[in-house]
């Protein structure tokens, strides 16, 4: 059973960071692909970043340039570094691992890719 368990989410000011965590309990947590998607109120879940096995990363234009996604497999954690932070940038924000194996570009951003998905935590971001 594979759990995710995600962390940091807060209220903050527009302009401002936040560096959201996330712990997975698997021992193969190296083999994973891990991404972040949110889920903002009234909307659908979108893609926000991804970090291969291989560390190749993939990012939503909304994250490009703000957002770094970064993994420790020695802690099986990975993190979203949140900067300049906007108030559309206000969702539920939720960590997911896939066993994808060899990189495939595309599939990173699929929300079908993802095997396994954590709770959510909440990012609000005031004006």
């Known amino acids: 059973q594979v759990q995710l368990v995600e962390s940091g989410g807060r209220l903050v000011q527009a302009g401002l960071s936040l560096r959201l965590t996330c712990t997975c309990s698997?021992?193969?947590?190296?083999?994973?692909?891990m991404a972040w998607f949110r889920e903002a109120p009234g909307k659908g879940r979108e893609f926000v970043a991804a970090v291969h096995t291989n560390e190749t990363t993939s990012y939503a234009d909304s994250a490009k340039g703000r957002f770094t996604i970064s993994r420790e497999n020695f802690n099986n954690t990975v993190f979203l570094q949140m900067n300049s932070l906007k108030p559309e940038d206000t969702a539920d924000y939720y960590c997911?691992?896939?066993?994808?194996?060899?990189?495939?570009?595309?599939?990173?951003?699929?929300?079908?890719?993802?095997?396994?998905w954590g709770q959510g935590t909440q990012v609000t971001v005031s004006s």
């Open positions: 997911a691992a896939s066993s994808m194996g060899r990189f495939r570009a595309a599939f990173m951003t699929q929300e079908t890719t993802y095997d396994y």
């Open positions: 698997a021992r193969v947590f190296s083999t994973f692909t």
